[in-house]
């Protein structure tokens, strides 16, 4: 090292300054090109999350799952008789069903990270990112809720997504997407994604420094300064120095039915934490309807055939695969699932199943739809319950496209 820098010196000794300077800017140049490849090489590396394809790749991914699974197990039986390989299909394709839960109380967990791809100039998830990471979390969540709907050719359309940012999530941070049902009426099922972070071990609100940002603004400006815009996370969480919402009354002008809800639901679920202490970053709340063709579904037929239903009187077992619901044997028959004996004939079809979706269901009289006897009781109570607040934030949205 020590005569490698001697011999550099000696090489360098008898030059002026202007001609050392003229030396170091050729040599700069000629390794520049190699600075520019490997600068743009590991610019293109670290955008990998958002080169094309990989948003479908991501979005379709559960689908290639579960369809890699029914394959192993096809496979797995593909030396058992037809009636036997026949009959565990429709078992393995029955698991998918969440049979005998509360809608309620399903929660699909999906978890990512903050890229550098997908965050600001303020080193922070970009808002413009939320919904584009949403769109996965939201169709894994159809997956998980509906399997059965989809087999007969369902889809599901996204009517709108309405985001409340809390906090912001700093680049590179790992983060959770929660989505769960909050309620549903005869056409629109209003799911809700809370985008969560897990507080570090250890790190309390004593000896917090203020953030650089708010330190900043405290100091009086310049008048000679240039404009420096900066956006940042309004923060909805009434703590430390962030801007809570507003109360209710007061002498402000009374809030629209979409702040009024957005403020409603925040508030039940910033009054329900974690229960594991995760803190809540951004709601989101999405509108998405059953359809098959042009035809809409009602959410409660959907979920009722998926083995959704209300909790068993108390006293009795809790609902399963081994002690399904009364509403299931009539669900087999629709689905072609009821096989008593290994010899017994499959019952029904799929298009039976979709022909029932697609309208069979209005030949059912009112008081015998069994769907809705299904999701009673406290399912009902809660569906009443969250309603309120998603058609204020509908109806908020609606008024605003009248002015």
Known sequence: MAVGLAVVLRRFAGLSATDLVRVLSARSLQYAPKVVKYFVLLLFLIQVRSWPLVWHWV???PVFAIRGRYLVHRLSNIFSSAQVRRQKNLEWLEGLSKVGSNPFDLQVTYRTWAGPDDCDFNMHLSNSSYPKRLDAAR??????FCPTFFRVGGWMGLGATHFTFLREIPMFSHYEMRTSVMSWDNKWIYAVTRF???PKKGKGKKGKHAPAESVASALPPSAEAAPNPSLHTANGVAEGTSTPYPPASGTNSPPTGASEGARALAAQLMERPEPDGALINCLAVSEVCCKIGRITVPPALVFAIDGFCAD???GMQAY???NPPPHWETVRQLR?????TLGSPIKGSLK???DFYTGGWRDVPEGQRWWETALGAEVEERRLRGLPCMQALRKGIEEARTI
């Open 59 to 61: 979005v379709w991914r």
């Open 139 to 144: 169709f894994t969540f159809a997956l998980e």
């Open 196 to 198: 969560v972070t897990k």
């Open 312 to 314: 068993p009187p108390q």
């Open 320 to 322: 399963s695969r081994t």
């Open 336 to 340: 072609g699932d009821a096989h008593a």
């Open 352 to 354: 039976g199943l979709r």
